[in-house]
């Protein structure tokens, strides 16, 4: 069985990236394994983390499951990002958003969760 053991996010700007996704998110960093280019995610699963590009790549799609879409979507505004509007589907909601810093994920609310 092969399953995602680790994946890192590029980001221009670790301090800023820290503080919108731990203000997103609630995500805290371990600072003993981060470095002034690299931010571990603490008590991830799995394990992950931000590293520091000239140009962030944004061309996997990460989804992140959330309990309310429409809360997090207005989140990510006040934290100076940009949300689509949900869509819905059969599996749920879900809409592209991205970061202060222009790097775009997605969010999923399972259809169970409304």
């Given at each position: 069985?092969?399953?995602?053991?680790?994946?890192?996010?590029?980001?221009?700007?670790?301090?800023?990236?820290?503080?919108?996704?731990?203000?997103?998110?609630?995500?805290?960093?371990?600072?003993?394994?981060?470095?002034?280019?690299?931010?571990?995610?603490?008590?991830?699963?799995?394990?992950?983390?931000?590293?520091?590009?000239?140009?962030?790549?944004?061309?996997?799609?990460l989804y992140f499951r959330v309990d309310d879409i429409h809360a997090v979507c207005a989140r990510v505004v006040e934290l100076g990002g940009k949300a689509a509007i949900p869509a819905e589907s059969a599996s749920g909601l879900s809409c592209v958003v991205c970061d202060d810093q222009g790097f775009s994920f997605s969010l999923w609310q399972a259809a169970e969760d409304y």
């Open positions: 069985m092969i399953q995602l053991g680790y994946f890192t996010l590029d980001t221009a700007d670790i301090a800023k990236a820290r503080a919108f996704y731990s203000g997103l998110f609630g995500w805290s960093f371990d600072d003993e394994a981060s470095k002034p280019t690299y931010a571990h995610v603490k008590d991830s699963d799995p394990a992950f983390g931000f590293v520091k590009a000239e140009r962030p790549a944004s061309e996997t799609n």
